[in-house]
């Protein structure tokens, strides 16, 4: 009763286009549901995200759930969880992509999800992890361990979405290092992040987690650039 009054007088609006949610809407309306655009990379392992690490590091896995497009529906999603504190929008993708991962993670034995990690300061200033709901949810849903202490970032940085192509590569490699024990060797992890776009920050964290002992490494992200 309380949380109808509440919902009379404070709206919640849709993530993806800001219109009024329905009683039977979460977080994004049907309307957006029904537009944004879908990778369908579980379908096909040799796809798009996998494509795009081939010769640049070993991976085992990768896949995107959506397609970024430039003022499209996705990126709207990505701004509003990324900036604006609405981290109930991991929640939602990852319950709507683990459907599609389930057996694929099966398949894989995969062991641990492993969040693209923020330095503290960022994570100071921006009070969460973008994708750690989005991890975690994909975590429970898939049963694997959620581990966010194994993989740090070293180097403080600015936004990336603020920076051209060179500014977003130089220097990456160095950024992020492993805490590891010997009971993380030879462990399948699975990185998440929320958007691939030159695919540099999850290279760099693929081969941090590559120098544990008989690691393999896959990657899942909420969305994926397209040009």
């Known amino acids: 009763m309380f949380k109808s009054i509440l919902n009379l007088f404070f ?33 096909l392992k040799e ?23 430039k003022k499209g529906i996705v990126q709207k999603i990505i701004h509003n969880l990324k900036y604006k504190g609405h981290e109930e929008i991991g929640t939602v993708l990852a319950e709507w992509y683990a459907d599609d991962l389930k057996e694929i993670i099966l398949s894989l034995k995969a062991d641990e999800i492993i969040p693209v990690p923020l330095h503290p300061k960022k994570f100071r200033e921006r009070g969460y992890n973008q994708v750690t709901t989005f991890g975690q949810t994909i975590s ?11 993989l740090f970032r070293k180097v403080y940085s600015k936004t990336q979405s603020k920076k051209n192509l ?3 590569t130089e220097g990456i490699e160095t950024i992020f290092d492993v805490h590891f024990s ?9 990185i998440i992040d ?31 650039a397209q040009s």
Request: net charge positive; proline share 4%; charged share 20%.
């Open 140 to 150: 429970k849903n898939l049963n694997l361990n959620y581990n966010e202490t194994i």
């Open 11 to 43: 709206p919640k609006s849709c993530s993806g286009c800001d219109a009024i949610l329905l009683a039977n809407e979460k977080v994004i309306c049907t309307i957006c549901r029904h537009n944004i655009p879908l990778t369908n990379h579980h379908l």
């Open 182 to 190: 010997e009971k993380d060797h030879n462990k399948h992890f699975v």
């Open 194 to 224: 929320d958007v691939i776009t030159t695919g540099a920050t999850l290279e760099a964290c693929g081969r941090a987690l590559l120098k544990i002992p008989g690691a393999k490494i896959s990657i899942i992200c909420m969305a994926m």
């Open 47 to 69: 796809n798009e995200a996998f494509n795009k690490f081939y010769g640049r590091i070993p991976v085992e896995y990768a896949s995107a759930f959506l397609y970024f497009h």
């Open 166 to 168: 060179l500014g977003r």
